[in-house]
């Protein structure tokens, strides 16, 4: 029936056996799919557990005790982001720097995870929810009230700046051990411990 | 009660037109899910909780709403009037099934005879679709469609008379009749093989997989559907699936023994019903788990394969009718 | 009867000297993402082809040049974006090639598990489309997609469990990777192969010995030994064609020399030979990752501190090339580098692009349905065709 591209050619009764057989295996599977239970979620009724290191959307944090913005307005991310989604600008203060705007254009944003990565004060962390569909892009134009607000609204990722850098670098056994266990108690409770 | 013929036959073409254009469209809300279970999934679910119910009510309204495009460059008489001359003949041959002894619109004597030749018109729809389009892909498409079907039409003949034979008459009546002791399926090698030979030429004469090179979604992009949408398609979709389900409701006739099952007489059209919709599963089976071959290939099957075996077998047949006619007397 | 196209198509005549160009766009659901074939067709054999591409041109190529070292890992996941952790693997190793950055050992194993878990994840993408093109949407075709779909989600379920995304990871960086294994993932890990090592026994049964498939895939766009080398095929194509070569054998990269794996060969050079090759590749990567998570050293897993600015990572003066074996074929990265943070030219030896170059002389002489079966098991991606 068709050149079997140099292979032997079966005779005809073997052929047809194989038909058969195939015919029957194929068949056969598929008939074992039908009673086996659908692999579909019914989202959005029932929501699919997110990993820790879920990727969502951004948002800027407060600091748990002082309840002060953790953003200083550093613009590292801003310099990192290869889409250049982030802008920020800086308002300096006595102790300590704010950020005076923050927009991040999220409807560009690769979801890439640099900007939580250079981020020295955690004040940028990703979501555990991606579900900000909207009809008018500019809804996805998020600036700081916006950022700060969903970083109230969903649950955040296990990463952060420092825990990533921290899991990046070369082993200084001792001194790394005891910065990470330094972070875990002086965060306290908020953040879960999820390493 | 006492209506003169004309208007009894109108009556029951009526209801019998309704009752299958409500049966083909859930026929297609059946195949979505037996697919979809076979695929680890679920089917339509969300119009009609829980099962996706109201889909099929849902798919033709939406239909019906659709603007009515005619490519610019339409043969726009062959265009408009290809989905009629295609729907006309599906729907035709469900005025001769019997579905109990005396419930049918025509029980005509040569049932199956006319039952086949006018199940073959559908070819000519499916070609002034192809035409009509004016798109080389529908031409494409168009053209195997014809030496396809024509090619399997034979074979579908063929392995339809084998039970013709053994029951001695085309009258679909008396060939569930004829069926009272043993189904023509199960009667030793010749009406089995009938059987096989049977499912096999009617997936190709429905272009289901693997025989479905006219369709052939992922090369022509839906054949010689591709120029048509809205009601036209729906005109077409039905077609297509009445077509399906009338080759099956005839697979039940012939081999499954029709209406005869346990229980009282007037379960009969359930267990039809039930037989029918067996087939339905069984060709629908076979179309979820193959992936199709190439045209070559399938008129290869065809000519080469098929109908010198169904030819054999006619043959084969009609030599045990002879020596049973002659023993029995 | 107005003038119509398909009047002029039966003038011209059908199955005697004259041709049919027909176009399998752009936009055409068998096309592996956006290609045109302009195909000359007799009747229904096809007597020529002429490819365009270039419809998926995003100047990856210029971004190297504007991005810095520590950007741009992340946006080399999407040349080739079903087999994202390879492409990015090439990027990072020519960076890390240049300035002579060395990998500890943890990262080396943990690339190599990402890239063979990728390659499975994207040989099931390749068996699921295949026969998707060669079944129908509405057919046995979409069954083995979506069989071989609910496999790969399990692979992406581990890659989001490692490193948050599903489809374009930035895992690597320049001096190892960016992500550690969370808890409980090697359990997991080990898990999802064995469940997939049995489903793989069900494809192979609904498709080995099936005559349908057979008849299909048999005999069906042979590449010649002569012809793949002169081409420069790579990958599953040039071991179709029994040429013995690997990049992971030929130039072991990221400890590759430490794993004990068969390099399947096949002769025929048909699609079906194809096929065959990228099966086995489905139970040797398997068999990588078995042996890599038994192997996992404890350790750093970045030589270099973690990124804290954009333009933390400078490469002296030089240049390199790095090539890996990617699920289809190999995948190169040249870098020629100012000592600046960001590299002076960046070139991508992208291996859909030389894989695509055998079309026009395995294609004609063939027929309509077969040029989606040949396109199936050359299994382009045009991210990495176009860049």
């Known amino acids: 029936m068709a050149a079997n591209g140099g292979r032997p050619a079966l005779g005809f009764w073997r052929e047809t056996a194989q038909l058969v057989g195939a015919v029957g295996r194929a068949m056969g599977i598929t008939l074992r799919n039908l009673f086996r239970k659908p692999v579909t979620v019914h989202y959005p009724d029932v929501q699919r557990p997110y990993p820790d290191r879920f990727r969502g959307i951004l948002a800027l944090t407060y600091d748990p005790e002082t309840g002060e913005e953790n953003c200083i307005g550093c613009r590292l991310c801003e310099y990192v982001c290869p889409p250049q989604v982030i802008k920020v600008e800086m308002l300096k203060a006595t102790k300590r720097n704010y950020a005076k705007t923050f927009t991040l254009e999220l409807y560009a944003c690769e979801f890439c995870e640099l900007c939580v990565q250079v981020c020295p004060t955690d004040a940028i962390v990703m979501l555990k929810s991606f579900d900000l569909a909207t009809a008018d892009r500019r809804d996805l134009l998020l600036d700081k009230d916006r950022l700060h607000a969903l970083g109230r609204e969903f649950e955040p990722s296990w990463a952060t700046g420092n825990r990533l850098r921290d899991m990046q670098a070369p082993p200084k056994p001792a001194r790394a051990e005891a910065k990470v266990e330094a972070k875990v108690e002086a965060k306290g409770e908020t953040k879960e411990p999820t390493e | ?329 | ?387």
């Open chain 3, 1 to 387: 009867m107005p003038d119509t196209q398909a009047k002029q198509v039966v003038e011209l005549g059908y199955g005697g000297n004259e041709r049919l160009m027909m176009n399998m766009g752009p936009q055409h659901p068998s096309s592996h993402g956006v290609f045109r074939m302009i195909l000359t067709l007799e009747g229904e054999t096809v007597v020529g082809v002429d490819a365009v591409i270039g419809y998926l041109h995003r100047c990856h190529e210029k971004l190297g040049e504007t991005l810095t070292y520590v950007q741009y890992p992340s946006i080399a996941s999407k040349t080739d974006y079903v087999a994202a952790m390879t492409s990015e693997l090439a990027y990072v190793s020519a960076v890390e090639k240049i300035a002579r950055i060395d990998v500890p050992k943890r990262a080396q194993y943990l690339r190599v598990i990402a890239a063979e878990l990728q390659r499975i994840a994207s040989h099931c993408l390749w068996l699921g489309t295949w026969c998707l093109d060669m079944g129908g949407a509405l057919g046995g075709g979409a069954t083995v997609f979506l069989y071989a779909i609910r496999e790969r989600e399990m692979v992406l379920d581990r890659f989001e469990e490692l490193t948050g995304a599903r489809l374009l990871y930035g895992f690597h960086q320049v001096g190892g990777t960016r992500y550690d294994v969370p808890p409980g993932w090697e359990t997991k890990v080990r898990e999802t192969v064995d469940f997939i090592e049995q489903r793989i026994d069900e494809y192979e049964a609904m498709l080995e010995h099936n005559t349908f498939f057979r008849v299909r895939t048999q005999g069906v766009g042979v590449i010649s030994r002569e012809l793949a080398q002169d081409v420069g095929v790579s990958g599953p194509l040039i071991r179709g064609s029994g040429v013995n070569y690997d990049v992971r054998r030929a130039e072991p990269y990221s400890s590759y020399g430490d794993f004990d794996f068969v390099v399947p060969v096949e002769t025929e050079g048909d699609c079906y030979a194809r096929y065959r090759v990228r099966m086995v590749e489905f139970r040797q990567s398997i068999r990588i990752i078995r042996q890599a998570l038994d192997g996992l050293p404890e350790g750093p897993i970045s030589s270099r501190p973690g990124v804290k600015s954009v333009g933390q990572v400078r490469v002296p003066k030089g240049e390199g090339y790095a090539r890996v074996e990617g699920a289809r074929g190999e995948v190169g990265c040249y870098i020629i580098s100012d000592g600046s943070p960001k590299p002076y030219r960046m070139k991508w030896r992208g291996a859909s692009f030389s894989n695509l170059a055998v079309l026009p002389h395995i294609v004609p002489g063939h027929k309509v349905a077969d040029v989606v079966a040949i396109m199936g098991s050359v299994d382009p991606v045009f991210g990495e065709v176009d860049r």
């Open chain 2, 1 to 329: 009660m006492t209506l003169p013929p004309v208007a009894r036959a109108a009556l029951g073409a009526f209801i019998v037109l309704n009752a299958i254009i409500l049966l083909v469209t859930y026929a297609t809300l059946l195949e979505r899910k037996f697919a979809a279970r076979m695929q680890s999934r679920i089917g339509p679910y969300y119009v009609g909780r829980p099962h996706g119910w109201l889909q099929p009510i849902a798919d033709a309204l939406k239909l019906m709403l659709k603007e009515d495009v005619v490519p610019a460059a339409a043969d726009r008489g062959v265009y408009n009037l290809a989905p009629v001359v295609f729907l006309v003949p599906c729907m035709l041959i469900f005025a001769t099934i019997p579905f109990a002894p005396e419930l049918g619109v025509a029980d005509l004597n040569i049932g199956v005879l006319f039952f086949l030749a006018v199940s073959s018109l559908e070819i000519v729809g499916l070609f002034m679709g192809g035409w009509g389009s004016n798109n080389k892909y529908a031409l494409l498409s168009a053209m195997r469609a014809v030496n396809q079907i024509i090619s399997y039409d034979l074979p579908f003949i063929f392995a339809a008379l084998v039970p013709v034979l053994l029951a001695g008459s085309l009258q679909m009546s008396a060939i569930v009749a004829a069926q009272q002791g043993l189904w023509f399926a199960f009667y030793p090698v010749i009406g089995q093989l009938a059987f096989v030979a049977y499912l096999v030429a009617t997936l190709a004469a429905e272009n289901r997989v693997p025989f479905d090179i006219l369709e052939a979604e992922s090369e022509l992009v839906a054949g010689f559907r591709v120029e048509y949408s809205g009601m036209k398609f729906a005109l077409i979709q039905l077609g297509e699936y009445a077509h399906m389900l009338g080759t099956s409701f005839l697979g039940a006739l012939l081999f499954l023994g029709g209406w005869l099952g346990p229980g009282p007489a007037w379960l009969g059209p359930l267990w039809f019903l039930a037989k029918a919709v067996l087939v339905f599963l069984v060709v629908t089976w076979v179309r979820w788990s193959f992936v199709r071959i190439r045209v070559d290939q399938i008129l290869a099957i065809s000519w080469k394969l098929l109908l010198p075996a169904t030819l054999v077998l006619l043959l084969a047949t009609g030599f045990v009718v002879a020596t049973r006619g002659a023993g029995g007397g």
